[in-house]
Structures are given as structure tokens and as C-alpha cells.
């Protein structure tokens, strides 16, 4: 609001924004998290005591406690017999490798803008595998897979909207490029191609060019459909989470 950038930095906020691939990260966060997961029931096959230290931490209270329920918990714990820790192990490594593929498949859809799709096929398959491997028959052969597995399919929609978001503010940059030289923001996105822009960002949810509006203030808003793939106009709901993904953010 208080245009202090000049045309020099913006282009350079420009470059650094367009640059991380958010869903390759997401990726390579995920071939990370199988990797720690078999690299810490290695651990626990090999020393109980960690295990049981471990989980003792997991189950500490605010104040330091650990309830009753969770120290016989612990207790048994210490006597698991190894198979279980490699077929927990196992499950574990196959979920990770199946969000993984899947992932990989919403890399190929990113450029293309249709991860709408995407984003709903992942989210049935997420869970799917979740009733299927932790839920629906917990044994002692998956019951870590319930404990250990992270809410996957959130993680993936923030990859999402952090693409969404980075394309917003590397066209925001433009919107005030543009607006150093007459002093008012464009009637439309198109006029920042190709001065600006190579060509207008699109909403990675839909594949259509981002939304903008002039704002009465003098200032704007750009905005994705979000994750719901329905365009709301660029507004938030009443608990001033966006419906859409808006910018300013």
C-alpha cells in the first residue's frame, strides 16, 4: 500500500517467487518422511528402550505427565516382538510410496492446470488408504501406520495453494510495476503481457487466467477458485478464511 518498491526490485521479487516448484517439493518431502519412518522403526527393531522413550514423549501432558493409560502403554511396547516393528514398517513404506505416486502424477497436472481434478482424485485415494491401512482393522501389524502417518492430503492442498499464492504475488509484482508508470492499476490483467509478464498466470486449480479486480480503495485483488474449484468472486467466508485463495494474502 505504501509503494515503496521500484521497478528494479520488483522484477527481482518476480524471479524469486516464480522459481520453487512447490509440488517437486512436495515430493521430495514425502520420499523424506518414508525414509525417516523406516529409518525409525530400524531404531526401534534394534533398541526397545528408544521406543519406549519415544513414545513416552509422545504421550507427555502439557505439565511434563504421562497418564497412567500411556505408561502401561510403554510398558508393553518394550516387549513388541520384532515382526510386528517391520510389519508396521512395511505398511508404512508402502502407504508413503503409494502418496508418492500419486504426487508424482499431480506434477505432471501442475502446468497444465488441472488439478481441480487432481486434488479430489488424491484426496479419495488419501483416504482410501488411510480406512483400508489404519483405520478399518487396526493389528499390531499397522497400528503405527494410524499414529504415524500425517494428515497427507492437507499437505497436498497447501502445495496447491502456495502455487496459486506464488503466481498471485509474482503478478502482483506486475500489477505495480504497471502502476509506476501511469499510476493506476490496469482495467485488466491483460494489459501486463508481454512488458510485464510473458503471459498471464493461471489459476493452477482450473487452468484459466487468474482473477483480478480493481478495488474502490485504488488498490486490488487477485484470487484462485481454490481448492473447491468454484470462484466466489474473490471474497471470504465470515470466519475470514478464504473460500478462495486471495491476494493480498
Excluded at 508418492?100 to 502446468?111: G, Y
Excluded at 483416504?127 to 491401512?133: F, P
Excluded at 510473458?198 to 487452468?207: A, F, M, R
Excluded at 473447491?228 to 465470515?238: A, L, V, W
Aim: proline share 6%.
Amino acid at each position: 500500500e505504501t509503494h515503496r518498491w521500484t521497478d528494479a526490485q520488483l522484477q527481482e521479487f518476480q524471479r524469486r517467487i516464480a522459481a520453487p516448484d512447490y509440488f517437486a517439493g512436495m515430493v521430495l518431502a514425502l520420499e523424506g518422511e518414508r525414509n525417516n519412518c523406516i529409518s525409525l522403526m530400524d531404531r526401534w527393531a534394534a533398541n526397545r528402550g528408544q521406543l519406549g522413550a519415544e513414545m513416552n514423549h509422545l504421550g507427555q501432558t502439557e505439565g511434563g505427565g504421562v497418564p497412567a493409560r500411556m505408561t502401561a502403554q510403554m510398558m508393553l511396547v518394550r516387549l513388541l516382538p520384532t515382526g510386528w516393528i517391520r510389519q508396521n514398517q512395511t505398511a508404512l513404506a508402502e502407504f508413503h510410496q503409494r502418496m508418492i505416486e500419486l504426487n508424482r502424477q499431480l506434477v505432471s497436472q501442475a502446468p497444465s492446470g488441472s488439478l481441480g481434478n487432481g486434488l479430489k482424485d488424491f484426496e479419495t485415494a488419501n483416504q482410501e488408504l488411510l480406512i483400508k491401512q489404519a483405520i478399518r482393522q487396526v493389528t499390531p501389524y499397522n497400528v503405527f501406520v494410524k499414529m504415524l502417518v500425517p494428515a497427507l492430503g492437507k499437505a497436498v492442498q497447501k502445495s496447491a495453494q502456495a502455487t496459486a499464492t506464488a503466481r498471485c504475488a509474482v503478478t502482483g509484482c506486475a500489477l505495480e510495476r504497471f502502476r509506476l508508470k501511469p499510476g493506476a492499476y490496469p482495467e485488466s490483467l491483460t494489459a501486463l503481457a508481454p512488458e510485464f509478464l510473458p503471459s498471464i498466470p493461471t489459476d493452477p486449480i482450473d487452468g484459466q487466467p487468474l482473477r483480478y479486480k480493481r478495488a474502490a480503495d485504488g488498490l486490488f485483488r487477485l484470487w484462485s477458485v481454490g481448492a473447491d474449484g468454484k470462484d466466489n468472486g474473490g471474497e471470504r467466508s465470515s470466519k475470514d478464511e478464504a473460500v478462495d485463495w486471495t491476494w493480498p494474502y
